[in-house]
């Protein structure tokens, strides 16, 4: 059995009692309901078997409650949902109601149950990660194995296929297949190779591999996540708090009125005492704020536990409630809507040479420089398999390019760099008008263009250019399509920025900031009253992601920066999550608005039948507890939500 299987097989178990206490439970209902319907025609049966029958589902089923409601009548705590059920299951005993009694404590214990239920499934996934976290590893120094508390940075510790990685690290030796699914939600393993970074709570598929420790156990990515996932779950909306509030004084007023809706018709107005004490009761049962107070805590765990399931740490309800008012999103450009590596898309030759000449020439060079735009170039001469030239005497001028001796070409000193590098290596070089041209037509695409030049001639050019990610299109479209503004705020130069924004469909477009100036824009906006979201790749941009209402870090795998600065981060660099998150945010709080008013609509009515005299027993009981049914199982219905 493999890891997917084990962490099924411990889902399930850990799910057995709650689906065990619900069957039991609705077993027991549809016990109770013939009895109840029979009564209702004036059908009873023998008070022998009706005591023993219904004071054994009471006692199995409501002595908990009974209990603590009792507890807190001692404490005079009126708040106390238990003690209203307490009052109702014991004034129902007391007036020979068995029947109702008996599906008090049924139907409110399956309202318990159902939400009990679906806290305990918000809570899985935090369990999966915590149970992910291997407690031991294995040093290469003496192969001995120690607690995961002990290794210290920069040891190297061995990973065996199949096992799970307990600390962050870069692979040192060996390759495999890594199964990243817990961290990322992504369902694909990932392949890992000697400089490739590897992640706590990450599986190791197949091959032998050992990695050096980067961060010790209690600063490894899972544990952020772990502690960072727990904080969220305290988090809680400010309508859940409003609510939690209201129902603190709600509670008690009622109460309060089903007593002198009892006290005033029987005392003053010589009314029947069963009749009025049944209506009492009603509005009692009919009070309970169960479906008020469970109706947003069940939306935002289940909305909390969906987005997680995708590799998305979102931190509270709070978090969620402000996503669902998003107006404006503004967008970084490097690493966020692009990849953030250059890649090579254009080589001209100039003077008679080939694309091949130009590309072995410039690789030469390249090899020994550690400038992303050098690594490229050699990267590229790899993949075409074409044969690099040797140099010497390299040297690299800061901000400019690369010189070195050629040993293959004729003329031996070679410049790669900007065209103003030539010009003060080898004094005035023929720059003609198509090479300007070229020049500015590649520029204008938002491309780096270098020349490769010796003492004679430019050879010719080479452009990079950071590309645009694959799904960074579809995700502003489905915003733009969700009425959501898309703007664009980065440091790189307007061409650039022009190229990518035009691609995109982006037309607000901020080029040349700082990452306080990205911080200013978006202040400015948050004074125009429109709520604005960030997204960036969580270093550099921190400033902004903290100012907008919801920071959202954009490959924060292994960023410590980005995780503790943004309220939302996307473990595995997704751009189409953010539209699904604003739809899942938009559906939790609509969830919640429907099962507030839903409640409060539905309590309203029979209130008012109770103090009318209309209302009785069977009918509060369905009433409030089938609202609080509904309530759980449409906040329930958030874990299989999908976007349209």
């Not at 600063?219 to 939690?244: H, P, W």
């Not at 491309?447 to 960074?472: E, P, R, Y």
């Amino acid at each position: 059995m493999d890891d997917c299987d084990n962490c099924k097989t411990a889902e399930k178990n850990k799910m057995k009692p709650a689906h065990s206490k619900i069957r039991w439970l609705i077993l027991a209902l549809l016990l109770i309901v013939p009895l109840e319907v029979l009564s209702l025609f004036s059908i009873d049966l023998s008070l022998q078997f009706k005591l023993l029958f219904f004071i054994a589902i009471i006692f199995i089923f409501g002595r908990k409650i009974i209990i603590s409601g009792l507890k807190s009548l001692l404490k005079f705590n009126f708040s106390n949902i238990n003690l209203l059920m307490s009052i109702a299951i014991i004034g129902a005993i007391f007036l020979q109601k068995f029947e109702e009694a008996s599906i008090i404590v049924v139907l409110f214990g399956l309202g318990e149950a159902l939400e009990e239920y679906g806290i305990r499934r918000s809570h899985l996934a935090l369990e999966k990660l915590v149970s992910n976290s291997p407690k031991t590893a294995e040093l290469k120094a003496g192969n001995i194995k120690v607690d995961i508390e002990k290794v210290t940075k920069g040891e190297i510790v061995i990973i065996r296929p199949g096992d799970k990685i307990g600390l962050d690290g870069e692979v040192v030796y060996g390759e495999s297949l890594v199964d990243q699914s817990m961290i990322t939600g992504e369902p694909l393993p990932e392949s890992k190779m000697v400089g490739d970074k590897v992640y706590a709570g990450s599986i190791n598929n197949s091959g032998y591999l050992e990695i050096k420790v980067s961060k010790e156990a209690k600063d490894s990515t899972l544990n952020k996540i772990i502690q960072l996932t727990g904080e969220a779950s305290k988090k809680k909306a400010e309508s859940q708090k409003f609510i939690e509030k209201f129902a603190h004084y709600y509670t008690p007023t009622v109460t309060i009125l089903a007593l002198i809706l009892f006290i005033i018709p029987v005392l003053f107005l010589k009314g029947s005492a069963e009749f009025w004490l049944i209506q009492s009761l009603t509005v009692l049962l009919i009070s309970c704020p169960c479906a008020l107070v469970i109706s947003t805590p069940i939306s935002v765990f289940s909305a909390l536990g969906n987005a997680s399931q995708k590799g998305i740490l979102v931190k509270g309800g709070k978090v969620i409630e402000n996503l669902s008012q998003i107006k404006e999103i503004g967008f970084d450009k490097t690493k966020t809507l692009t990849v953030g590596k250059p890649e090579v898309t254009d080589i001209i030759p100039f003077n008679g040479f080939t694309k091949d000449e130009v590309l072995s020439c410039s690789a030469g060079l390249g090899e020994y420089s550690e400038h992303p735009l050098s690594q490229s170039v050699v990267e590229k001469a790899k993949e075409e398999g074409i044969d690099i030239h040797k140099f010497e005497n390299f040297k690299s001028m800061q901000g400019q390019g690369v010189l070195g001796d050629c040993t293959f070409c004729t003329d031996a000193k070679h410049c790669l760099g900007k065209i103003g590098m030539l010009e003060n290596q080898f004094g005035k070089v023929s720059f003609d008008k198509f090479m300007e041209d070229e020049k500015n037509r590649l520029e204008k695409e938002g491309k780096t263009v270098i020349f490769l030049g010796d003492k004679n001639q430019i050879k010719g050019l080479i452009a990079l250019s950071d590309k645009i990610k694959d799904n960074s299109k579809l995700a502003i479209s489905k915003l733009q399509k969700l009425n959501i503004g898309c703007y664009m705020v980065t440091g790189d130069n307007d061409g650039a920025a022009q190229y990518v924004s035009k691609a995109l469909n982006i037309t607000e477009i901020y080029s040349e900031k700082l990452p306080e100036d990205k911080a200013k824009i978006i202040t400015n906006k948050l004074k125009q009253n429109i709520k604005v979201a960030m997204v960036g790749d969580g270093v550099n941009d921190a400033p902004s992601l903290a100012s907008a209402d919801v920071g959202i870090a954009m490959g924060s795998l292994g960023s410590d920066v980005a995780i503790e600065s943004a309220d939302v981060a996307l473990m595995n660099d997704d751009l189409k999550l953010i539209p699904y998150l604003i739809e899942l945010s938009r559906k939790t709080v609509a969830k919640i608005k429907f099962n507030t008013y839903f409640a409060l609509g539905t309590k309203f009515i029979f209130l008012a039948l109770a103090f009318a005299g209309l209302s009785n027993l069977s009918l509060a009981i369905f009433a409030d507890v089938g609202v609080t049914l509904l309530v759980v199982l449409n906040g329930l219905s958030l874990y299989r939500f999908k976007a349209s």
